[in-house]
């Protein structure tokens, strides 16, 4: 098994940043994939960033330039970093990972996005 801490989030003013840390309780660099996804009441839970141990990353169109997604093989922590945040980037935010082909996921975590 795979458990996901997510920290960060909280409240945030448009064209401002938040750094959403995901702690893993395995070493990251045997978690073939993690990442983060998001979800806003009404919507279907959507990718927002994912990145492998290999180095490949993957962005939704919406974030691209905005948000950009690392791993610490040391600290075991994945981060999403969040730039130019947006209205429309308020969300429930969800760590995920892919280990021996099982998807593990975080509770969840909310940022919003208000003047």
């Known amino acids: 098994q795979v458990q996901l801490v997510e920290l960060g989030g909280g409240l945030a003013q448009p064209g401002g940043s938040l750094r959403l840390p995901c702690v893993a309780s395995r070493r990251i660099s045997s978690i073939n994939a993690m990442g983060w996804y998001r979800q806003s009441p009404g919507k279907q839970r959507e990718l927002v960033a994912t990145?492998?141990?290999?180095?490949?990353?993957n962005y939704a169109d919406s974030v691209k330039g905005r948000f950009t997604i690392s791993r610490d093989n040391v600290k075991n922590t994945v981060d999403l970093q969040m730039n130019s945040l947006k209205p429309e980037d308020t969300a429930v935010y969800y760590c995920n990972s892919r280990y021996m082909g099982m998807s593990y996921w975080g509770k969840g975590i909310l940022v919003t996005v208000s003047s």
């Open positions: 990145r492998t141990s290999v180095g490949s990353t």
